[in-house]
Antibody, heavy 115, light 107 residues
Framework: QVQLQESGPGLVKPSETLSLTCTVS????????WNWIRQAPGKGLEWIGH???????NYNPSLKSRVTISVDTSKNQFSLKLGSVTAADTAVYYC?????????WGQGTLVTVPS | DIQMTQSPSPVSASVGDTVTITCRAS??????LGWYQQKPGKAPKLLIH???NLQSGVPSRFSGSGSGTDFTLTISSLQPEDFATYFC?????????FGQGTNLEIK
């Protein structure tokens, strides 16, 4: 059974860059699509973007100017960078696998940007 | 972007009841729809994919139907562990978008 685990700082200062990594175990990252999804406290889910193992990406236009998703197949990891963060970027960030629906999810990691 | 609207919210029900949650897409998404269950402090769990296909390991009391713009998630014979928040998600186009969620509460 594939498992995903997010890691990274839980606190990011305003205007700085949020950086998270998702480590995939129980299967190779060299197939499927790998996603980042976030959920602000008490709110709904927002798809940030995805990456294929060959590096092809697709981003949510609402965040595209600030987002970079990358993959490291040698480490079975993919990463998220979100620049120029504000308090509005405070959320639980999830990594997930899937192209259409999302079949496997990490447990999520809370990232706080103080106002 | 495709807007996904869920109703009703919240839903109050009792153990043993049958409940139906609806999801409407702002445009035709064929059957590109998933349903998720989320419990507090946990990641969402995929229940239904392709509008009506039960994900492996999900109890058969969960079922999904619909196509085009209108979809339903039905939970038969509610169990205590079913009280949670449910989200729909369209997979027809990018960006992927989710409904606002339906909180299923114990009556």
């Amino acid at each position: 059974q594939v498992q995903l685990q997010e890691s990274g700082p839980g606190l990011v200062k305003p205007s700085e860059t949020l950086s998270l990594t998702c480590t995939v175990s129980g299967g190779s990252i060299s197939t499927f699509y790998w996603n980042w999804i976030r959920q602000a406290p008490g709110k709904g889910l927002e798809w940030i973007g995805h990456i294929y193992y060959n590096g092809n990406t697709n981003y949510n236009p609402s965040l595209k100017s600030r987002v970079t998703i990358s993959v490291d197949t040698s480490k079975n990891q993919f990463s998220l960078k979100l620049g120029s963060v504000t308090a509005a970027d405070t959320a639980v960030y999830y990594c997930a696998r899937g192209w259409a629906e999302f079949y496997f999810w990490g447990q999520g990691t809370l990232v706080t940007v103080p106002s | 972007d495709i807007q996904m609207t869920q109703s009703p919210s919240p839903v109050s029900a009792s153990v043993g009841d049958t409940v139906t949650i609806t999801c409407r897409a702002s445009q035709d998404i064929s059957n590109w729809l998933g349903w998720y269950q989320q419990k507090p402090g946990k990641a969402p769990k995929l229940l239904i994919h392709g509008a009506s296909n039960l994900q492996s390991g999900v109890p058969s009391r969960f079922s999904g139907s619909g196509s085009g713009t209108d979809f339903t998630l039905t939970i038969s014979s509610l169990q205590p562990e079913d009280f949670a928040t449910y989200f729909c998600q369209q997979a027809n186009s990018f960006p992927r978008t989710f409904g606002q969620g339906t909180n299923l509460e114990i009556k």
